[in-house]
């Protein structure tokens, strides 16, 4: 791919630093002693003190002998002051008038050493006497401007970009690194809230013989060694119950989980969940502890348990409502499912307009129903409970109803934000359970679990009354820091493969008969085209022959005329 201009002449400065003996990419340890914040956030610990800082070149502002520029490191930005006579020894002044005026770009990295002080207009800077070259940019970064109104221009804001180079993404918007910054808070909050109850963060397998523990699509691969197909994990659900039989009281692990199905702006092929179970607890215990957990991550996050959402405000102070989904169902869309068979359930989904087909077990078409008429009625937290059998079936049977279980879904902000079950603990029930998935399996459900056959060996050595639960980290991370879509709390999500424009770098005769063909409707003639070139043959033939070869023309038979046509 040929270098823009631009880049060129980075490179060509790349030469002309090591020219004079300077390594753009040093490889000695740089030990700094501040970070812009400290200096800004308490600046009269540091005025007239020596401090030593590292990061990008954002700006610089020229000014004869003297000029002032931009740093922006891990926490921020500051402006620098550099004069021609502090930080060049030699007669020519070269570390100015060359490195630093000419040689250096915004992007680069830099070391300066130097004292903090506030210029006449009050803006605390630091005056510089020593400059160390850190690291060459050879790409140019977009350049973000805001004008004096705060009105940004050409903004780096187009998500296939942002997404595709999220490292440029980070550099040039400050928010984004706000976000992630955030993410990593609750997953701390969530850490210190469950170690302080004594439950053990434990790792599971992401390679499964069996893609168990959910309903869903797994992503399929194969261990040459062993000759057997495994499986990207769906869930970690399966390993965690077998950590409770062995012995543990509590365990919990953030889990990569991998699924096969579409994307949108709530799903990433790969994404995170934490999962805890905790034995002797039930999923009325896991209500109150989610919620307390819950209020406490928007605590930590922004002050308070209040979180904006959109256009919306979201409490997560405890307690939350808690609602049958059977009771949902009747109350917004006046049909009451409860105890209906596989043929009604299919008749009341088709007279609510869903896309549903016989394939779809009684489990399916509740879920779709609810999913469809119900979920996004629920914007504050709200616990769904007590769902028909069909649909969990890893999940405890209800203690007053024998045809729902003992689960419960958290909604916010019309999606759900995490999944729960008093677990199922009896090895016969299960294996019913297993079975029945695998029926559903052979009449088309291609999201029907696996049956895993050492789990069930592991609930007949006893399993003890068991709480779990699921909540998805990256829609909790949207909700915490107000993002309506997925990919904009993973540093890197999935994208297509992405198409590469390369440029080409065209001779004159070729030049001359693209512009021919542009002035004649992008399409002649081609003994036409020929005479008005005035090619030799030889030109000819050779530009030709190129701008094929790059995909720039064709040339078609019409009606026993050959036309020349511009391609695409």
């Known amino acids: 791919m040929a270098l823009s201009e631009q880049e060129i002449l980075r490179r060509e400065a790349l030469t002309q ?15 700094t002693t501040a970070y812009s914040s400290e200096i800004l956030a308490d600046f009269e610990k540091f005025e007239g003190k020596e401090v030593i800082l590292a990061g990008r070149l954002m700006g610089k502002r020229i000014m004869g ?5 931009e740093l922006k490191d891990a926490e921020g930005r500051i402006q620098i002051y550099v004069s021609r006579d502090d930080i060049s020894t030699d007669e020519e002044k070269t570390m100015y008038n060359v490195v630093f005026k000419k040689l250096l770009d915004i992007g680069d990295f830099i ?38 109104d705060g009105k940004t221009h050409d903004a780096f804001s187009d998500p296939e970009q942002r997404y595709r180079r999220r490292y440029v993404d980070l550099i ?65 659900e399966l390993y ?47 209500m109150d502890t989610t919620e307390s957990l819950l209020e406490k991550i928007a605590l930590n996050v922004h002050g308070t348990s209040e979180v904006t959402v959109g256009d919306k405000k979201i409490d ?21 499912v409860a105890g209906m068979n596989h043929e009604q359930l299919l008749e009341v989904a088709k007279k609510l307009h869903l896309d549903v087909d016989a394939t779809m077990g009684v489990g399916k078409l509740i879920d779709e129903i609810f999913g469809e008429k119900c979920e996004h009625l629920f914007v504050q937290p709200t616990f769904i409970t007590d769902y028909p059998k069909e649909m969990s079936p890893l ?23 995490a999944n729960a079950y008093s677990e199922l603990n009896d090895p016969i029930d299960q294996r019913e359970r297993f079975e029945e998935q695998m029926r559903l399996s052979e009449k088309g459900d291609d999201e029907a679990m696996f049956i895993d056959q050492d789990f069930i060996r592991a609930l007949e050595y006893g399993m003890p009354p068991t709480s779990g639960i699921g909540i998805g980290i990256d829609r909790l991370a949207m909700l915490m820091t107000n993002n309506s879509s997925i990919q904009e709390v993973l540093f890197f999500p999935q994208m297509r493969p992405e198409k590469i424009q390369v440029q080409v770098e065209l001779l004159d005769e070729e030049k001359l008969i693209l512009a021919l063909l542009q002035t004649n409707e992008n399409k002649m003639d081609l003994s036409v085209l020929k005479i008005k070139s005035d090619l030799s043959g030889k030109k000819w033939d050779a530009a030709m022959k190129g701008l094929a070869k790059h995909g720039l023309i064709k040339v078609s038979l019409i009606e026993d005329k050959k036309i020349v046509e511009l391609a695409g």
Request: glycine share 6%; charged share 25%.
């Open 17 to 31: 630093l090591r020219n004079l003996g300077i390594e753009p990419y040093p490889a000695a340890e740089f030990i």
């Open 111 to 148: 070391g300066v050493r130097g004292t903090v002080f506030k210029t006449q207009v009050g803006e605390i800077s630091v005056h510089v006497y020593g400059l160390t070259v850190l690291a060459k940019a050879l790409k140019p970064l977009p350049v973000v401007k805001i004008d004096a």
């Open 395 to 417: 999940c405890k049977s209800h203690r007053d109803n024998p045809d729902l279980t003992e689960r419960f879904e958290l909604m916010v902000n019309g999606k759900e934000l």
């Open 65 to 69: 002998k003297a000029s002032f520029a």
């Open 172 to 236: 040039v918007n400050d928010h984004v690194k706000d976000t992630f910054i955030k993410r990593t808070k609750i997953t701390n909050t969530i850490r210190t809230f469950l170690n302080e109850k004594g439950y053990l963060e434990v790792e599971t397998p992401i390679l499964q013989p069996i893609p168990g523990g959910a309903s869903a699509k797994p992503f399929i691969s194969h261990h040459n060694a062993l000759n057997i197909p495994l499986y990207l994990r769906i869930a970690n």
């Open 316 to 336: 997560f102070k405890a307690p939350y409502p808690r609602v049958p989904i059977l009771q949902a169902i009747k109350d917004h869309t006046g049909f009451d």
């Open 240 to 286: 965690l119950k077998r950590l409770i039989v062995g012995g543990f009281d509590g365990v919990y692990e953030f889990a990569k989980d991998f699924r096969n199905e579409g994307m949108d702006r709530t799903h990433n092929p790969e994404f995170t969940v934490l999962e805890f179970y905790v034995a002797y607890k039930d999923y009325n215990w896991m």
